[in-house]
């Protein structure tokens, strides 16, 4: 019998609660019980007709492309983030990948220095830098704050850790939380950040999701020289599926765009190049998907608020979300009353949830934080997104009526949790 020996650093990875507890919602959902699967962070909305249509126009499409991507794409890429965004990255300095998640993984790879993760943040980012042997720290956030991150809270750990490189992730909207850092405190972590000369990777996958009407603010505003971006098609554009994600670099981190170009041309090669071409239509000819962006952030903001209304009434904690399309509810309110129950952690609680009221959500811990934060992350996505984009006139026409025939799995789901809530009054 062989036994095959494995690369430690692999080992060291555990199985992600995130994984299981959507296994076990699919099986559950595949045997015919009712799950409310709020574990869930897709879109649920039909990649718009004219990136399908690029898509299909182009299956002919089978050279290998350049490494960084299609130039036509770069170059609609950097115009895109300059009208969008106000950013100033020329195209030479845009790089294709598939997955954002992909480009992250190979950025952390190539860099020297701890990755430094304010919690919470999304469940990814640890494992990675775990596969390539790198510390991780995680710098608790505050609720009070919205769970955005602090000059002070970073100041700390930048000082701790001394003269080494640090990169820094921040995520702006962020999964888990939704929350959306205001043009002030990025502009004071933008001078923490050349003060200690951090590197960051601001991953904005959700950057067209926000809803506050007010223009997109990044630290690549505050500190252009030392961010790069990360965004894609999975999000906004409903085609995580395609699996096209794009990377920004400022031309002052070159050097580090060289590294990549040798890694992906090592790895991936470059993109597919049919799915290229059907984001060179998503991005360069934007106007006509804005409509449907416009349309879809509306939904996305409806469901958000349905749902944190929904929590405060059951007497959980939870900050609004300005963005993204998840929410952090905690249950701290009734961890006396939790715990007479066995309920002591996070999974403890999500388990529970999923067990006896068919509610599916993932723990705190999956997002650097404690085992013993009772926090969990709820995704507002579980409907059927054609049907909701066909019968979809306005926020403000929606009432009870409408909002459970839309939306039945967020109503009865919340109604689930509220049926938990109470039985803890008791
Ligand atoms: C915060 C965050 N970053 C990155 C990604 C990865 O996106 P992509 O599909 O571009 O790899 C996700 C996907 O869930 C995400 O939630």
Known sequence: ???????????????????????????????????????????????????????????????????????????????????????NFSS??????????????????????????????????????????KEIVPIMT?????????????????????????????NNPNNPTGCLYTKDELEELAKLCRAYQIIVISDEIYAMIEFTNKPHSSLAHYYPEGTIVTGGLSKSFAAGGYRLGVMLLPR?????????????????????????YAALEAYGNFELVRPFIEKTCEIYQFTSEYMHDRFIKAGLNCPKADGSFYLFPDFENYRENIRKK???????????????????????????????NLGARFASVDFDGQKVLNSWTNRKDMDEEKTKSLFPYLVEGCDSLEHFTKTLCV
């Open 142 to 170: 505050k609720r009070e704050n919205g769970y955005r991150l602090q000059i002070d809270e970073l100041d700390r750990v930048a000082h701790k850790l001394g003269q080494k490189q640090k990169l820094l992730i921040i």
């Open 92 to 133: 030479d300095n845009v790089c294709v990948g598939p997955g954002s998640k992909e480009l992250i993984f190979q950025l952390i790879y190539l860099m020297e220095g701890p990755l430094l993760v304010p919690a919470p943040s999304w469940v990814s980012y640890g494992p990675q830098a775990a596969l390539r042997g």
């Open 252 to 276: 002052e981190l070159k050097i580090i765009l060289n590294a990549l170009k040798s890694v992906i041309s090592e790895t991936f090669s470059s993109v597919s190049a049919p799915i290229q």
């Open 342 to 372: 066995g309920i002591l952690t996070g999974i403890n609680i999500c388990n529970y949830l999923l067990e006896h009221f068919n509610i599916a959500a993932l723990p705190g811990s999956d997002f650097y934080m404690p085992a013993t």
């Open 1 to 87: 019998m062989i036994t095959p020996a494995l690369n430690p650093l692999v080992l060291s990875l555990k199985e992600s609660a995130t994984l299981a507890i959507n296994l076990k919602a699919l099986r559950l959902r595949k045997k015919g019980k009712k799950v409310y699967h709020f574990g869930f962070g897709q879109s649920p909305f039909p990649v718009p007709d004219n990136i399908q249509d690029a898509l299909r126009k182009n299956a002919d499409k089978k050279d290998y492309l350049p490494t960084q991507g299609l130039p036509e794409l770069c170059e609609a890429v950097s115009v895109f983030y300059r009208d969008e965004f106000c950013y």
